[in-house]
């Protein structure tokens, strides 16, 4: 268990839909990240959060968009949903804001599926 | 953006040494190096990182040539548990950690 909590596990919706995927840090860790999964990309880098200010932007869409609350809980919400945004979307955190020598522990990841 | 090349896949049998190699054609020298695996169905676990010289740690070894272009992850004896995708990524300064498509890893008993 790394201590990162995503939820919901399972997610089905239908394509224009929104939804929010929520993800809370390890106790202490201040920064989020968040990454797409998906069978032809891989692993990519979303976007990151550090102490509530956004750090780093990666290739995310401008239908998405995330947040970190001042308890350090983060929000990815997806809006106007289609069928490839199906993917497993992991949160991950970390202790410190700099990628250089954080460790970054993952939770277990949200199942997106839209139909 | 950066840029990590790994094979697609690797087999090794049951304790034996395995080498995964990473080219980061890249990489900066603010940039640390680091591997991350996933095994099925989870989410991607810390394995290990390092900088500029050789790392150990309980789980595995880190090789990195001197001009740090390209760095090996040892597992000194593979084991039915250590098959999974094995990702090697850069991070530094600019904040992005860039990880590439992965090497899967089998193991034979």
């Known amino acids: 268990d790394s201590g990162v909590t995503q939820t919901p596990k399972h997610l089905i919706t239908a394509t224009g839909q929104r939804v929010t995927l929520r993800c809370s840090p390890r106790s202490g860790d201040l920064s989020v990240y968040w990454y797409q999964q998906s069978l032809d990309q891989g692993l990519q880098f979303l976007i990151q959060y550090y102490n509530g200010e956004e750090r780093a932007k990666g290739n995310i869409l401008e239908r998405f968009s995330a947040q970190q609350f001042p308890d350090l809980h983060s929000e990815l919400n997806l809006s106007s949903l289609e069928l490839g945004d199906s993917a497993l979307y992991f949160c991950?955190?970390?202790?410190?804001?700099?990628?250089?020598?954080?460790?970054?522990?993952f939770g277990a990841g949200t199942r997106l599926s839209v139909l | 953006d950066a840029k990590t090349t790994q094979p697609n896949s690797m087999e090794s049998n049951e304790e034996e040494p395995v080498h995964l190699p990473c080219n980061h054609s890249t990489i900066s020298g603010t940039d640390y190096i680091h591997w991350y695996r996933q095994l099925p169905s989870q989410g991607p676990e810390y394995v290990i990182h390092g900088l500029t010289s050789n790392v150990n740690n309980r789980m595995a070894s880190l090789a990195i040539a001197e001009d740090r272009k390209s760095s090996t992850l040892i597992l000194h004896r593979a084991t039915l548990r250590d098959a999974a995708v094995y990702y090697c990524s850069q991070g530094g300064s600019n904040y992005k950690l860039t990880f590439g498509k992965g090497t899967l890893l089998t193991v034979n008993p």
């Open positions: 991950a955190s970390s202790v410190g804001g700099g990628l250089a020598k954080n460790i970054q522990y």
